[in-house]
């Protein structure tokens, strides 16, 4: 069995830790959410938090995210103060005993969606990425210069055609879901404000970009391999690019050029079968056949692509686990075969954390009392599902 993970937002969030024993959690993921990008996490802050899970039966598993500051990502004035911090936070989870640290590098924006509860057919809701939704606020609310090169024509007609027919309510409510993934989420962003965040990547190309996550792990790969640390880079969500911002962790070669180039076993992947699994390319079994050895952590979750959408940027919402595109079988079995492998080399990092990342809000879910993608029912059904399959896997 892979550890069965469950992401807690610490002591606000609405799902208490005494609830995850029925639903057969084993670990947890979470993160000081309090401290922002950049400043250092330190060895009491980060024990207080241990001893208050302890204290519930639990054990901190994964650190998801350490986040890496805007200032790193794009190389500006005081990098060389968070890259500082960064190690002092890794030196900190490590002095603790926490072994496994996720991060990602997307510029500005993390995970985004346009509907954070899209209705489903049995009831339950679920989050959707629509391509059209995502160029009104590009194209007409946003009013991003260059965003016309950014779409097809056909998703810019009907961008135009959609926007004049909504209401000034819908037009708050699509800004507020797509800000939802922007840091320090939750607050209202404003148009100005993520016109002058991307103002800030203004000449930085993938190539640049892809330079800069290399330097960064050129730094703090080998920090974390001499403190016995697995640190893994999440994909990008969704795995292309938006807002004209580039992206450079969307597929399993963006992985190859990064893992091989700084190339220490503790330099790894988050696999986010989710992220990935958006493009209709994404193969998981080959995926976890290509980089297993360096998968320290894995995020399974389904999503469906919508039929007849745009090829390289598809629309699509977050199925069941077992439901969508993915071959979530295929790739749950893959990675119990690398656990295996694992345990014969002598690893002792054989067991991978896994959590059921993201669930569609069903029955008592419903009404929005969790985060997005968060609910407990719609993530004990996901965990339930993955966990038969590691069952009959092993
Ligand atoms: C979305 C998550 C992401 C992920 C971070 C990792 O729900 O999977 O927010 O945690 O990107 O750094």
Redesign the pocket.
């Known amino acids: 069995m892979m550890k069965q993970c469950w992401r807690w937002f610490g002591p606000q969030d609405p799902i208490t830790l005494s609830q995850l024993h029925q639903v057969g959690v084993e670990g947890i993921v979470t993160a000081l959410h309090h401290i922002p990008p950049g400043a250092p996490w330190d060895e009491e802050t980060i024990a207080a938090r241990q001893s208050l899970l302890r204290n519930a039966g639990f054990e901190w598993d994964v650190v ?2 350490l986040p890496v500051s805007e200032t790193i990502k794009t190389q500006s004035a005081g990098i060389n103060d968070h890259i500082d911090a960064y190690k002092a936070s890794l030196r900190a989870i490590a002095a603790c005993g926490i072994k496994t640290v ?3 590098f997307m510029p500005v924006l ?2 985004t969606r346009t509907e954070l509860r899209a209705p489903q057919s049995h009831g339950g809701v679920a989050m959707l990425f629509d391509l059209t939704d995502f160029a009104v606020f590009d194209l007409h609310i946003l009013g991003r210069r260059g965003a016309s090169e950014s779409y097809p024509e056909e998703v810019h007609e009907a961008a135009t055609a959609r926007f004049g027919q909504m209401t000034d309510a819908q037009k708050q409510t699509l800004q507020r879901n797509v800000t939802a993934g922007l840091p320090g989420a939750n607050d209202q962003w404003s148009v100005e404000e993520v016109r002058a965040l991307l103002e800030t990547y203004d000449g930085i190309t993938a190539h640049r970009l892809r330079a800069h996550l290399i330097d960064f792990l050129a730094e703090v790969a080998p920090v974390a391999q001499d403190l016995g640390l697995r640190i893994c880079c ?1 994909p990008d ?1 969704p795995p292309f690019s938006l807002l004209g911002l580039p992206r450079v962790m969307s597929n399993a070669a963006d992985y190859a050029a990064v893992l091989d180039t700084v190339d220490l076993p503790a330099n790894g992947a988050t696999l ?1 079968t989710g992220s990935l699994g958006v493009a209709s390319d994404f193969d998981g079994p080959a995926f976890v056949r290509r980089h297993g050895s360096r998968i320290h952590f894995a ?1 399974l979750r389904n999503t469906t692509r919508i039929a007849g959408s745009d090829p390289k940027m598809p629309s699509f919402f977050e199925a069941a686990h077992l439901e969508g595109d993915t071959d979530m079988i295929g790739t749950v079995r893959a990675l119990i075969a690398e656990q295996i492998r694992r345990k014969s080399e002598g690893r002792n990092d054989w067991q991978i954390p896994m959590r059921p ?2 669930g569609q809000e069903l029955l008592r879910d419903l009404g929005g009392h969790s985060t997005p ?1 968060y609910p407990l029912i719609g993530r004990m059904r996901g965990l339930a599902e993955l966990r038969g399959i590691m069952a009959a896997s092993a």
Do not use: P, T
């Open positions: 998801e995210s996720c991060y990602n993390d995970w999440h969500d986010c995020h990342d993201h993608g």
